[in-house]
């Protein structure tokens, strides 16, 4: 069902008449539209946004973790569109061990990169990523530094004992 | 690999040479690693590798109050700072429903433009170095040296100027500014001229950059290019134009285009781009409104220093806003400007207190630089040197 703050968006109307499952939620705040879409629908929902409203263009791929709520992760996608000269921002909450989503490669190849950030960097596993691993740390890191419950220092070292 | 051949006989199967170039490779500007499979001089595959930079920015980001992002901002692009750090300020600006006063506006306008300027004279002058043309280097750092001066002048510092704020500039302008800049300004496009004579109709650099590189629009679109490249590929699109910000829409100025979509056509962007920020500069110069450098909100802004020594109040707000911060209304905001490479955005994410709950930075580089396995495959291997220069990415922004 679509919030009544979004009754008045084109986009959000127009999704809700092409499938009323996908849009679970949203707001429109500080001049920017943010949709939360059902999980298992995000693959279809970007193919629709793309081909039939000109979101030809993914700005990124990225994750908030809201630990410890459940589900814990927020995988935000921006996309963009250069024809109507707007953006809209995509939510999905996702959650578990490991948090799974399926993967938008198909949709934009850009999508390969952030993925592979967000995985790396939160631990949320993308189905069917065409080379899911980590990109930014080495290979062998243990733990997802962006998650909220892994410390600033890492787990090497402990700050606790020392004084002054 | 196969048997070496013994009497002399050709052999059957095509020979392929893996080639790894970099991490520690010149050209490459920074720690990028590529992997080459090479048939011949011929690219038949190509991969790279990133994370060499890897500094935990958004991480630190979430363990700083907003006013003290502003320096990690500086770190990520460092060829471009002041377009991260105004990138950031809106951001957390637009939380925060703070107005800022015109004059810090068209200030945060006039530097953003000479960052633009700066960093395109180092991505000329080392795109040319890498190609052979050495003389363009040494142009080129002559003038990135006086901007560096000017950035000095207004901030103290050369490269991490840190300069703007939330809520406006860091430090009122150094007295006498006009006339530094207005003299800088004013002699840049016959020093544009000079990079000119040395390239544009240059043999040997048409030779090395026409017709390499090649890369149709559509491919670069969904694959995430932004900035000067999609612009040499007839793309007018600037997101300065589409979405003014920081009153950029008071400003004249045109979107250079190209439509060849190699590495001739991004250098002809650029060159033109540089034409262009000196006539945003020259008018924000001429134009300057006068006024406040920042805004007025005592919850946010540092007080001046006099009224801190007078009034128990703003002691007060000085006092709260060095030790805890100033909270931030819960929400979100993506914030994206044209920086120099491209579109640059920052997505954060506040929980209603004093530090970001997330930052985000989306760096032009990172899109940039996923496309270049598709440039460089089916080209020589002396031209990746060219392409790789054309992308015109920094590795701190990619690996941030």
């Known amino acids: ?164 | 690999m196969s048997e070496p051949a013994i009497n002399g006989e050709p052999q059957a199967a095509p020979r392929r040479l893996a080639l790894n170039m970099g991490p520690q490779h010149p050209s490459t500007h920074g720690v990028l690693r590529l992997m080459l499979e090479l048939d011949g001089e011929t690219i038949v595959k190509a991969s790279s590798e990133i994370g060499y930079l890897h500094t935990g920015i958004e991480k630190q980001c979430e363990e700083k109050t907003y006013q003290q992002a502003v320096t990690l901002t500086d770190r990520i692009d460092y060829l471009a700072p002041l377009s991260n750090n105004l990138c950031y300020c809106l951001a957390v600006e637009r939380l925060l429903g703070l107005e800022i006063p015109p004059f810090a506006q068209w200030m945060r306008v006039l530097l953003t433009e000479m960052t633009r300027l700066n960093s395109h004279l180092v991505w000329l002058g080392s795109h040319a170095l890498d190609i052979g043309a050495m003389t363009v280097f040494l142009y080129c750092f002559r003038e990135r040296e006086d901007i560096l001066r000017i950035f000095e002048m207004f901030s103290g510092q050369r490269m991490m100027t840190s300069y703007f704020r939330i809520g406006g500039l860091a430090l009122e302008p150094p007295r006498g500014w006009q006339a530094v800049v207005k003299r800088f300004i004013e002699a840049f496009p016959s020093h544009v001229d000079e990079y000119e004579d040395l390239l544009t109709n240059n043999p040997i650099w048409m030779r090395r950059t026409k017709g390499v590189g090649r890369i149709s629009l559509e491919d670069m679109l969904d694959l995430g290019v932004t900035g000067p490249m999609l612009r040499a590929a007839g793309l007018k699109w600037d997101t300065r134009k589409a979405e003014p910000y920081s009153s950029y829409e008071q400003f004249d100025y045109e979107i250079p285009t190209r439509r060849e979509s190699d590495v001739y056509a991004r250098y002809q962007v650029r060159i033109e781009e540089m034409r262009q920020s000196t006539r945003i500069v020259t008018q924000a110069l001429e134009g300057m409104p006068a006024g406040p450098w920042k805004a007025d909100a005592p919850k946010v802004v540092l007080p001046d220093r006099e009224k801190m020594k007078t009034q128990m109040e703003a002691l007060i707000h000085h006092f709260k806003i060095v030790t805890e911060g100033f909270g931030v209304p819960a929400g979100e905001v993506y914030q994206v400007i044209e920086s120099p490479r491209g579109e640059l955005g920052y997505y954060v994410v506040s929980d209603g207190t004093a530090r970001p709950h997330r930052v985000h930075i989306h760096g032009p580089s990172f899109g940039n630089l996923q496309a270049l396995p598709k440039m460089i495959e089916g080209q020589i291997l002396a031209d990746v040197v060219s392409t790789l220069g054309s992308v015109d990415f920094v590795l701190g922004d990619v690996d941030r």
């Open chain 1, 1 to 164: 069902m679509l919030p009544d703050a979004l009754k008045e968006s084109p986009l959000a109307a127009a999704l809700e008449t092409w499938n009323p499952s996908v849009v679970a939620g949203g707001k429109f705040d500080r001049g920017e539209l943010t949709l939360e879409i059902a999980r298992e629908k995000i693959v279809e929902t970007c193919q629709y946004l793309k081909q039939e409203q000109q979101f030809i263009r993914l700005s990124g791929i990225t994750a908030v973790d809201w630990y410890p709520e459940e589900p814990r992760f927020e995988v935000v996608y921006h996309l963009h569109s250069l024809e109507r000269n707007q953006r809209v921002r995509l939510k999905c909450r996702v959650g578990g061990d490991p948090a799974e989503i399926d993967s938008v490669t198909g949709v934009w190849r850009s999508a390969d990169w952030y993925e592979r950030e967000v995985f790396d960097m939160f631990g949320v596993v993308f189905r069917n990523h065409p080379e899911l691993r980590r990109i930014l740390m080495p290979d062998n890191w243990e733990g997802h530094p962006l998650r909220k419950d892994y410390p600033v220092h890492g787990y090497k070292y402990s700050y606790k004992d020392s004084t002054g």
